[in-house]
């Protein structure tokens, strides 16, 4: 019997990931349901909370917030619309520009991203527990470097 082959080790690393994100993923959602959290939501709400001014009104635009979460303009309009309704974000207007809006992390926001962070850490543990720091940091390191690689473009051969 032969052994894989790189495209077959590369396939197999790809179906690993994708089983693993689908498993944190659910453990998250179940974690957040209790908070009314989605984990889009808590995705927004850190990107808020890492933007440049995230303590003052001047945060980021709609369309700033789109373009960080990779998601068209549209989804991410959704995903404000019910963090504004939970009281979690409010919308500002931009002093630059009369048709735009800022968004804003409530105090209730900035309690809700503690939450989240707390519910990551710990689904992280529970999956990620099992192997050693030492083997969590080479596959930190090497999803970086796949990471960086794919955002260059694609290598010629």
Do not use: N, W
């Not at 808590?42 to 990107?47: D, H, K, P, Y």
């Not at 700033?64 to 990779?70: D, I, Q, Y």
């Not at 939970?86 to 105090?107: I, N, W």
Request: glycine residues 6%.
């Amino acid at each position: 019997m032969t052994s894989p082959g790189p495209a077959d080790t590369a396939a197999e690393l790809a179906d690993a990931l994708t089983r693993a994100m689908k498993r944190i993923r659910r453990r998250t959602m179940q974690r957040l349901e209790p908070y009314g959290l989605t984990p889009a939501q808590g995705r927004a709400l850190r990107t808020l909370a890492h933007a440049p001014g995230c303590e003052s009104a001047e945060t980021m635009r709609l369309s700033e917030l789109a373009e960080r979460l990779r998601i068209a303009p549209r989804s991410a309009t959704t995903v404000v619309d019910a963090l504004e309704e939970a009281g979690l974000v409010a919308r500002t207007p931009d002093p630059a520009d009369r048709r735009a809006v800022r968004l804003v992390l409530t105090e209730d926001g900035h309690g809700a991203l503690e939450r989240i962070s707390r519910v990551r850490h710990e689904v992280a543990q529970e999956y990620f527990g099992p192997i050693s720091p030492a083997e969590q940091d080479v596959l930190l390191r090497a999803l970086r470097r796949a990471e960086e690689a794919h955002e260059a473009g694609p290598t010629a051969p």
